[in-house]
């Protein structure tokens, strides 16, 4: 008797996420008996959209990264923090670093950005480590990891 009241308990719970979601997401509980979740296909296709705009803008980011590996210049930089986003690309943490960057002729300076870290390579992140970095020279603050240089 116990295993059912349980069953009935999960169930309740269920429902109790399922209608604090739908508020959340702000679906109106429906009356159409088709469609007892409330669910709008416009709903479906902004979430859709959100998704490719987000998938465009990561291509363009890792892009602009791959260029900057070809044709920025070499410097180091010094972790001074990380932040983890929580957000995972192919499986890898997308962090917030905080880095002093050094390029030849020019004095060490603070660059923040955001960027995701192949598993790999997490150990060489860790603040008071040095890594090789390649730097836009029109714009210092535009920083690459070029993982292929030997660290320091």
């Keep these: 008797m116990g295993m059912f009241k349980d069953l009935k308990k999960m169930s309740d719970i269920g429902k109790e996420m399922s209608e604090q979601k739908r508020k959340e997401m702000g679906w109106e509980k429906s009356k159409n008996p088709l469609n007892p979740?409330?669910?709008k296909m416009s709903d479906a296709l902004k979430a859709g959209a959100d998704a490719a705009e987000q998938a465009q803008a990561l291509q363009a980011e890792m892009m602009r990264q791959q260029e900057l590996l070809t044709t920025g210049m070499p410097g180091t930089a010094t972790v001074k923090g990380l932040q983890d986003t929580g957000q995972i690309v192919n499986f890898n943490p997308q962090v917030v670093l905080d880095l002093?960057?050094?390029i030849e002729g020019?004095?060490?300076?603070?660059?923040q950005f955001s960027t995701t870290i192949p598993q790999v390579h997490i150990p060489m992140v860790q603040p008071g480590n040095t890594i090789g970095v390649?730097?836009?020279p029109n714009d210092p603050s535009s920083v690459a990891?070029?993982?292929a240089r030997p660290q320091g």
């Design 134 to 136: 390649r730097v836009d």
């Design 37 to 39: 979740s409330g669910f």
């Design 106 to 111: 020019k004095g060490a300076y603070p660059v």
């Design 145 to 147: 990891i070029d993982w």
């Design 100 to 102: 002093e960057v050094t």
